[in-house]
Nanobody
Framework: QVQLVESGGGLVQPGGSLRLSCTASGSIFYIYDMGWYRQAPGKPRELVATVTSDGSTNYADSVKGRFTISRDNAKNTVYLHMNSLKPEDTGVYYC????????WGQGIQVTVSS
C-alpha cells in the first residue's frame, strides 16, 4: 500500500501563486509517474500535470506557461508550482502516483477568488 499526503492548498487572489506538495509513503518500490488532477464543482476530474521518474512532463493546455510540476525522487515527493492563478483554477486537486498500481490522495482545496 502507498499513502499520498497533499499539502499547500488554500485561498488565493487571482494572479496569485500557490505551491502544492504530495509525498508518498508506504510500500514503495518504484514510482513510475506522479501527477496532479483537479475537479471543479459539477465537472469531471481532469489532468493538470504529470511527471515521470526520468523527468518527462505533461501539462493540460489550460495551465501551460503558468504551472510547473517537479519531482524529488529521493523524497518521493511531487510539487505543483501554480502562478498567475485564475478563478477557473478553483477546485479540489488530487495527487496521483503510479507504481504497479494507481494511488490517489484525498484531495486538497484550491480556491482562487477576490
Amino acid at each position: 500500500q502507498v499513502q499520498l499526503v497533499e499539502s499547500g492548498g488554500g485561498l488565493v487572489q487571482p494572479g496569485g501563486s500557490l505551491r502544492l506538495s504530495c509525498t508518498a509513503s508506504g510500500s514503495i518500490f518504484y514510482i513510475y509517474d506522479m501527477g496532479w488532477y483537479r475537479q471543479a464543482p459539477g465537472k469531471p476530474r481532469e489532468l493538470v500535470a504529470t511527471v515521470t521518474s526520468d523527468g518527462s512532463t505533461n501539462y493540460a493546455d489550460s495551465v501551460k506557461g503558468r504551472f510547473t510540476i517537479s519531482r524529488d525522487n529521493a523524497k518521493n515527493t511531487v510539487y505543483l508550482h501554480m502562478n498567475s492563478l485564475k478563478p477557473e483554477d478553483t477546485g479540489v486537486y488530487y495527487c496521483r502516483a503510479i507504481t504497479q498500481y494507481v494511488y490517489w490522495g484525498q484531495g486538497i482545496q484550491v480556491t482562487v477568488s477576490s
